[in-house]
Every structure is written in C-alpha cells, then in structure tokens.
C-alpha cells in the first residue's frame, strides 16, 4: 500500500468512454460505489449509435478515482441490477427498472414446513429467475424435543429446465442435520415473521428468537453466479 497516497490528486475523470459498445447501448442503469462505505451514487449515460460509444459521468462535476471503489452498468431487464437498494427514488429517476423479488399471498406459518415461490419483478430478466423456497423448523436432534428445534430456509430454481447450476447444498455427512426430520413441537412462526406489501407483493421474512437476527428481503439476488442477501 502506499501510504503516501492520502487523498485524490488532480482534477478527476470527466467521463468514461466505452468504444466499440454497440451492444451496451441499451443499458439503462449505471452507478459507482464509494470506496469508503460502499453507497452508490447514479451516473448519467450518454449513447452514440453513429460512433457507437457509451459514456458515463456524473451529472456535475468529475470523478475522483480515488474515491471509486466498483463502476457497475448494464439493463435492468436482462441483467442483474447492483447499484444500491431496488426500486429507490434515485434509481427510478435516472430510468431504473426496479428489480425485487415478489410473494403471491403470505405463507401459513402455523405449520412445521412450507414451500413458497417467489417470482421476480422482471419477468423477462433471466438474472433474476423464478425461485421455489422451503422454510423448515427441523430437529436437530432426532432423539430430543423442541429446544433442540432449528430453522432451515432453502432455496431453489422454480424452473429446472433453464440449464442453471443448481444451487450447492451442503452435504448432510458436513451439515449434520437431517432434513427430512421436521419439528414436532415448533411451529414456523416461533421462528420467523413475514411482512407483505399488498400493493407491490414485496415482501420482508424477519428471522427471529427473542430478538430479530436478521432479515431476508424481497431485494435479494439469487442468481447462478452471484448471491445477495
């Protein structure tokens, strides 16, 4: 590292050109995130079919390299969208394409298993398929009750034709738990709560015991190649 590199010297970058780009020019999403805490801030795109360029520039002023950690672009409706939280008021004004994940109707959570798809907002966006996800309270240890309960939440392609790898599985002789051994006091809403957006079916599964440990939101990324939670 050098140390001596405190800070960002010169006047910036006004733009950067992409040449020979005539299969980008429908890109409709462009962004660079901050080396600093990772937020990301939009960049304006400028097409050129004649000379077939695409540039991206902030709306005022220059980049500062120093500051850049990633520049990610492409089109929201083939391509997997990682410029900040989905569907925000920035995004959508710049001409985004929101990308979430959807739930038809809230699953019964009084049962030890359930099975839920949820579809992605784009149906056309092969980088956001369709996905069948099981949430499970298991016994941890077949010989033992309810205090030994766990929760498993697993997922899937809906869709087994499309050619994708199937998501990896951790072997049962590594994992220790045998899936096919459900709870036979829990229930799934001692361990989980699922709040759904009626209107847009965006949806948040809150992860909890006693206190929340996390949440699992329709924002996610389940793709072949890359995982977002």
């Known amino acids: 590292m050098n140390d001596k590199n405190a800070g960002p010297v010169g006047r910036g970058i006004d733009k950067f050109v992409i040449a020979n780009a005539k299969e980008l020019l429908s890109i409709d999403f462009a962004c660079w995130t901050s080396e600093a805490d990772g937020t990301a801030s939009p960049l304006v795109i400028e097409r050129n079919a004649t000379l077939n360029t695409v540039s991206l520039k902030l709306a005022t002023g220059s980049i500062q390299p120093f500051y850049v950690k990633d520049i990610f672009f492409g089109n929201s409706m083939t391509d997997l969208n990682l410029c900040g939280a989905n569907g925000t008021v920035a995004q959508q004004a710049i001409g985004t394409n929101p990308q979430f994940y959807t739930l038809a109707a809230e699953p019964d959570l009084t049962k030890n298993v359930v099975q839920i798809n949820i579809t992605g907002s784009q149906s056309t966006n092969s980088a956001q398929p369709d996905l069948t996800m099981t949430l499970q309270v298991l016994n941890g240890v077949d010989t033992e009750k309810h205090d030994s309960d766990i929760l498993c939440i697993s997922w899937t392609y809906t869709d087994h034709s499309t050619g994708k790898k199937m998501p ?62």
């Open 168 to 229: 990896y599985t951790v072997p049962m002789d590594i994992a220790g738990i045998d899936k096919t051994i459900l709870s036979d006091e829990g229930k799934l809403s001692d361990w989980i709560d699922i709040k759904l957006n009626k209107t847009t079916k965006a949806f948040e599964i809150e992860v909890k015991q006693e206190r929340n440990f996390f949440t699992l939101s329709s924002e996610m990324s389940f793709g072949e190649y890359i995982n977002i939670i």
